[in-house]
């Protein structure tokens, strides 16, 4: 009987992996058990969905750091040199206009640009900071393998992705890691632990790991985003039917528009005037709401023709459960659009996968705001800049600008056909299908081959 430890902190793991084929893949294997370590809060929906007889669930009680963890837990955060660390730190200095601080967090992520000082933080991360508390969960089970699913989990609590592979490394069992999006290598902190192996989406995000975090290339294993397996050969709902349901007419077409939360615009007005500019454009629409995250209305009543789209929605990403049915509803909303309107989020990445025309939302509303507290600033971060420039994709600067981009793909849909399969092949490693067999597979010939 082969032991793996598979960490599920964060929610969006049952999205991006649990209810994918690498996770049907891995729990058929024989010989093999699988110990899901969850939120305590969230154990009884994870026995009833996931529980079986070779897959058991252990609850974690999270607690916070200890003042010298959370010294290191700051200072990986600060490390990371990226463009998008230093808009971070702009953002910050526009609001409390703390030059002191944005001097020395500057300095701090100069000084993670190079790989000896980051190496050093992570000898003295290792050998001064104490141990997570796996102790009693591996002297129970005995793993074989731990996977870490989000090696760069910031929130500051001792049972974490990098204190398991911590606790992994001091008894000399093999680990594997990966990030869990797009965006985690640019966005959060530095590596505090590397496993044996990380696993990552896509090319892109390979050279971040090199460059970024120090992780050698012999230790990176590419296999594609699971969860976009079902977009690509998965099949998608009848068109006259799906259309009926949402209430629109299936004889015309409609503009797929995902805006932002009020967290990203900190403007509760924003996406009135948003959605009263785009019924100007009298097309079908449908408004789709984020999972987490309120978004003010301001009491906007949708004309004819465009529906709102509301999921369940949660005050932290953290908590928010994205099932599988609810993936390909989505699926379902993009693929059978013409046109997708859309503000700094991985829609890029769903809509190029369907080969659909996208429009970057670059305005604040009715006034300008600066750059440090514009929509503008999010696709100066690497992750978005890398799509952007693939996929050749317009930033709408005005609401006339929108309009006019949005009649023009209607019109001619096909316009950058190819620089969309660019992106699409970028963020998926390969179109086929199987990225979440290779994962499966790549853990599984780690099992077996150990001894």
């Not at 702009?90 to 206009?97: A, C, I």
């Not at 599988?324 to 190029?352: C, F, K, M, N, Q």
């Not at 001619?412 to 179109?431: I, S």
């Not at 994962?439 to 001894?451: D, H, V």
Request: some cysteine; proline content about 5%.
């Amino acid at each position: 009987m082969k032991t793996i430890f598979i960490s599920c902190f964060f929610n969006l793991v049952v999205r991006n992996l649990l209810e994918t084929d690498f996770f049907t893949l891995l729990k058929k294997q024989t010989g093999i058990r699988i110990i899901l370590l969850v939120p305590e809060k969230n154990k009884e929906f994870y026995q009833r969905e996931f529980g079986a007889e070779n897959i058991l669930i252990e609850p974690i009680a999270f607690r916070p750091l200890s003042k010298l963890n959370l010294f290191f837990h700051v200072w990986s955060w600060n490390l990371l040199n990226t463009r998008s660390k230093k808009i971070h730190k702009q953002v910050q200095l526009g609001k409390d206009k703390n030059y002191i601080r944005y001097i020395f967090n500057s300095f701090i992520a100069w000084t993670g640009g190079f790989s000896l000082i980051r190496k050093t933080f992570r000898f003295l991360d290792r050998y001064l900071v104490p141990g997570g508390g796996f102790k009693v969960l591996f002297d129970k089970y005995k793993p074989d393998l731990v996977f870490a699913t989000d090696l760069q989990d910031l929130r500051a609590q001792e049972f974490s992705d990098s204190y398991l592979v911590r606790e992994a490394k001091r008894r000399g069992i093999y680990s594997v890691g990966m990030g869990r999006s797009w965006d985690s290598m640019t966005t959060k902190g530095l590596l505090r632990t590397l496993p044996d192996i990380v696993v990552i989406q896509n090319n892109n995000i390979e050279s971040w790991a090199i460059n970024y975090h120090s992780v050698p290339k012999n230790r990176l294993r590419v296999v594609g985003v699971p969860h976009y397996d079902d977009y690509l050969v998965g099949q998608r709902s009848n068109r006259e039917e799906f259309m009926k349901k949402l209430g629109l007419d299936p004889a015309r077409k409609y503009i797929f528009v995902t805006p932002p939360s009020d967290i990203w615009t900190g403007d509760k007005f924003f996406n009135k005037f948003l959605f009263t500019e785009l019924a100007k454009l009298g097309e079908q629409v449908v408004v789709r709401f984020p999972l987490f995250g309120a978004l003010e209305t301001g009491g906007f009543k949708p004309p004819a023709g465009m529906i709102f789209d509301v999921p369940q929605n949660v005050a932290k990403l953290e908590e928010s459960m994205l099932r599988r049915s609810d993936d390909r509803h989505l699926a379902d909303l993009i693929y059978h659009s013409e046109v997708v309107l859309t503000s700094p989020s991985s829609i890029v990445l769903d809509s190029a996968i369907f080969d659909k025309p996208t429009v970057l939302i670059g305005f604040d509303g009715e006034k300008p705001k600066p750059f440090w507290d514009s929509l503008l600033r999010y696709y100066e971060y690497e992750h978005q800049q890398e799509v952007i420039g693939q996929g050749k994709l317009p930033i709408a600067k005005s609401p006339k600008e929108m309009r006019d981009l949005l009649k023009s793909y209607l019109e001619r849909p096909d316009t950058n056909r190819e620089d969309r399969k660019r992106v699409a092949e970028g963020a998926c490693f390969k179109l086929d299908g199987r990225s979440g067999e290779r994962l499966s597979s790549l853990l599984w010939n780690i099992l077996t081959l150990k001894k």
